[in-house]
């Protein structure tokens, strides 16, 4: 049964059972230079390693699963045209349903091969939100398919929610938990993970400068519109849902925003020292660590690495 | 106590429990995609993610703890320009004793500073074998330290078969262990963990056909001199020491050579498909995985990713 209300402990705990066949218990790691360079103690979370490269694998999976048999029967759609495409795509592979993905016309050839090679079938349209919307409610219309949105549906915030409830298992009591936030999918659910499995852990959020929406709308008490889509961390580009949002501004103290500098600066880093491929989205909290040493120093601070779908000829030109 | 024959099980047994306070338990990755692609299932042995970011931690770490007292007191040291130039670096400063380092003049700035940072000390000369071997001999001559060679050494070989150890721990009984082959370190080492600790599977190395020494002293029986340093895998080009030979002889049915552009497509694949940071040479085995699929069909194929110091620039050049 999908969720009508905001996850529960027992909600969470029964979608990470749920889930656990399906997707990978990603490994923490640990480096004593970055510890050394940031001065506390840091744990990453590899999500990057999930299936399909991203956390997205858990919500889009927890998505799927809570169907009713009646809504699963004709398949799920979304538009996407990033992780959350391939996420739903596979998770309807598993559950034998199919999946119908509304993706711009402009989206890379790799993000689409990996929807076909999932089995999802594409609609393509218009890179706008409107068009978007408007193909994703013609397929629904014609197909009967069910709509899971990436970020602003309560299963997919359970699903998401097992990335931070992973880390408090294997790691124990920390002081930080710390998420990027685009659309608050992670954030969401990582701040509802810390509040029913470890309540003594402050959650705190990154932000690119260029995309500080959710900076804003917590100081603003109202879900502020996206910036124009300009930062390298493109994962982070949307605005908050009214499912998310709420939840983040009654778990999140605090959004620290980073420049782009700092996210290529920490993203290098990471890629070096931590040996590690990670999206430019992914960075962005250490981005945060590093400009902030006195919010961390000294304390145990855990960060999900939130996905490695990168395009190689992209990064080595960051690089540069 | 150094060891003076072939590492034995209980060698190698306690070789594991001396080092584990120093070493990290590296994780063990997987990859649908890679998998489907290869006709086999996988498993990568993640050393990059190793202290100093290679196995080669290992093999160092064993060799300075396993000196007597007397020997231990004046220090260690090594010539080296790469990994275990830092590894034994790292070693003496975990033992509380001092390391000298010979590298040569043109060493990168950031090898250097790996050995600084562990406190080691360096001694720089002309970039050849003979300098090299010559400005060592003097160091040891002043200083009276003990010197640690990265693979023609017992103790190190002891140290490397740790990490073949923890692949049968944590997977139980596997039908093919691969590594690339340099000196041979690596390689001996898990030779002797297969044979101790599953030997009901076969070892498989790889080597660039730009330097192809080992697979032609298999062809031989003696140790081929190397090749003129071209490859891109630039951990692989040293040629086999005598006590890596016969353990290698003897231990390995088959090594498989590949091209340049096998070992990038390799690499490039790894870094896009299983999300991690690592070295050409690293990626070696897997492109003789690709290169020869008949041999892997429906195997289960352990290898081990020997570390991921790479200069981000430099790869940028080979994937554009």
Partial sequence: ?????????????????????????????????????????????????????????????????????????????????????????????????????????????????????????????????????????????????????????????????????????????????MAPVGGGGLLSGTVLATRYFSPGTTVIAAEPDLANDAYRSLQSGRIEAPLPPTSVADGLLTSLGDKTFPIIREGVPEIITVSEAEIIQALRLIWERLKVVIEPSCSVPFAAVLKKPDVFRGQRVAMILTGGNVDLDRLAKLFS
Same sequence: chains 1, 2.
């Fill in 1 to 177: 049964m999908t969720l009508v209300s905001v996850p529960t402990a027992a909600d969470i705990v029964a979608t990470h059972e749920r889930i656990r066949p399906f997707i990978h218990r990603t490994p923490i790691l640990t480096s004593a230079g970055l510890d050394a360079m940031a001065g506390c103690q840091l744990f990453f979370k590899c999500e990057n390693f999930q299936k399909v490269g991203a956390f997205k694998a858990r919500g889009a999976m927890n998505g799927v699963l809570s169907l009713r048999e009646a809504d699963r029967q004709k398949g799920v759609a979304t538009h996407s045209s990033g992780n959350h495409a391939q996420a739903i795509a596979r998770a309807a592979q598993m559950a034998g349903i199919p999946a119908y993905i509304v993706m711009p016309n402009n989206a890379p050839q790799i993000k689409k091969k990996g929807v076909l090679g999932y089995g999802g079938q594409i609609f393509e349209c218009e890179n706008t939100l409107a068009a978007r919307e408007t193909t994703l409610a013609r397929v629904v219309a014609q197909t009967g398919a069910y709509e899971i949105h990436p970020f602003n549906n309560y299963d997919v915030i359970a699903g998401q929610a097992t990335a931070a409830k992973e880390v408090y298992e294997d790691l124990g009591p920390i002081d930080i938990m």
